[in-house]
């Protein structure tokens, strides 16, 4: 799949992620929502104001959902993250990052302090894009939603 992670030498050379990432040919582009350091109970991990252990949950929780779809952090081409207390925090988050993107080239990343995610306690929020090559996967069905079966007409 032809993906192509650069750094223009007419720019500064970012540490630990790529400026420009460029796609073409046939693939899938698959869209994450935001993942925060929560567990399957839907509760923060770690004591209240851990930041790193939040950090790693939410990677933890991406990790899983590129799963779901095929994917790999090697597929992941685009990071956003969001930090609450970014200058006490960025050491910590740039440690946990780095133990995940561990492939040839780093996905272009943004990450943004913000005073408070949307959910409160959270410290830490990553949203991704990745390029995959290959069929789409079955979309999941929504626990509670039935889907109605309409009958086919025969020709």
Same mark, same amino acid.
């Given at each position: 799949?032809?993906?192509?992670?650069?750094?223009?030498?007419?720019? %500064?050379?970012?540490?630990?992620?790529?400026? &420009?990432?460029?796609? #073409?040919?046939? %693939?899938?582009?698959?869209?994450?929502?935001?993942?925060?350091?929560?567990?399957?109970?839907?509760?923060?991990?770690?004591?209240?104001?851990?930041?790193?252990?939040?950090?790693?949950?939410?990677?933890?929780?991406m990790t899983l959902a590129l799963r779901a779809?095929?994917?790999?952090?090697?597929?992941?081409?685009?990071?956003n993250s969001f930090l609450v207390d970014i200058?006490?925090?960025?050491?910590?988050?740039?440690?946990?990052?780095?133990?995940?993107?561990?492939?040839? %080239?780093?996905?272009?990343?943004?990450?943004?302090?913000?005073?408070?995610?949307?959910?409160?306690?959270?410290?830490?929020?990553?949203?991704?894009?990745?390029?995959?090559?290959?069929?789409? #996967?079955?979309?999941?069905?929504?626990?509670? &939603?039935?889907?109605?079966?309409?009958?086919?007409?025969? %020709?």
């Open positions: 799949m032809p993906v192509k992670f650069s750094n223009p030498k007419s720019l %500064a050379s970012p540490p630990g992620y790529s400026t &420009v990432v460029e796609v #073409s040919g046939p %693939a899938r582009t698959v869209y994450f929502a935001g993942q925060l350091g929560i567990d399957t109970n839907n509760t923060f991990v770690g004591a209240p104001g851990d930041f790193r252990a939040q950090c790693a949950q939410a990677f933890e929780n779809v095929g994917a790999r952090w090697n597929d992941v081409v685009k990071i200058e006490r925090n960025m050491a910590a988050f740039r440690d946990v990052r780095d133990g995940y993107l561990t492939g040839k %080239a780093p996905p272009a990343s943004t990450t943004i302090g913000v005073p408070a995610l949307a959910r409160p306690g959270g410290l830490f929020e990553i949203e991704a894009v990745a390029v995959v090559s290959g069929r789409a #996967s079955r979309p999941a069905r929504r626990s509670g &939603v039935k889907r109605k079966r309409t009958a086919r007409k025969r %020709a």
